[in-house]
């Protein structure tokens, strides 16, 4: 299911700011100074580092719903939020700035993933919401310390979905006949 997001973010980006797939690259892998010693053109990084459950959306308990002509007791979707660290590489700093300055300019301009750019998992839903972090700067220089890399700008994206929650489970059989018994003790 992450891949699906990937893509998503992937397909979304290319289209928004555009990044040409025979000019630009997109990766999603740790950018560690291994992995940047091997960047061959422009690539935007855009490596997941954190998922959290967004438990001041989340909903709990089941509700009745129809199945098959059945009624059923379903869970609302879970609501999460994953946590991004996009960064641009290049030879020359200079790109690397106007790539990422390209990329907030398209995620400024979008509340969410368009639906054209979703799959299978996240078609049935609503589409991914799009932010950027707002805090966070003392765990970017701790992130950045993990992966054993060299300080760079990046922007730290925010995305925001609900992911279908645990199967319905059919409904007992409906009530037919309810009495009540009053003994006197």
């Known amino acids: ?3 699906h997001l990937d893509d998503a973010i992937e397909s979304f980006l290319r289209s928004a700011v555009p990044l040409a797939n025979r000019e630009i690259d997109v ?3 740790p950018p560690d100074r291994e992995w940047g010693s091997g960047i061959n053109r422009p690539t935007v990084n855009i490596f997941l580092w954190n ?3 967004d438990h001041e959306r989340s909903m709990s308990g089941r509700r009745p719903a129809m199945k098959d002509g059945a009624v059923v007791y379903a869970a609302p979707p879970v609501s999460m939020e994953f946590r ?6 290049s030879a020359r700093h200079e790109d690397e700035k106007r790539l990422l300055g390209a990329v907030l300019t398209a ?3 979008h509340e969410r993933i368009p639906i054209e750019h979703l799959q299978e998992d996240f078609a049935a839903l609503s589409p991914p919401e799009l932010s950027l972090a707002a805090t966070g700067a003392e765990r970017a220089s701790e992130l950045w310390n993990a992966l054993d890399g060299q300080l ?7 995305v925001r979905c609900a992911l279908p929650g ?3 489970e059919p409904a007992g059989a409906p009530v037919d006949d309810f009495s009540l018994n009053f003994t006197d003790p």
């Not at 991004?84 to 590489?89: D, E, G, V």
Request: a positive charge; aromatic letters at 10%.
């Open 27 to 29: 990766a999603f892998d």
């Open 152 to 158: 760079k700008p990046g922007l730290q994206l925010v």
């Open 84 to 89: 991004y660290l996009i960064t641009a590489w």
């Open 107 to 109: 995620l400024n301009s």
């Open 1 to 3: 299911m992450l891949h």
């Open 51 to 53: 998922i959290l459950r």
């Open 166 to 168: 645990p199967p319905a």
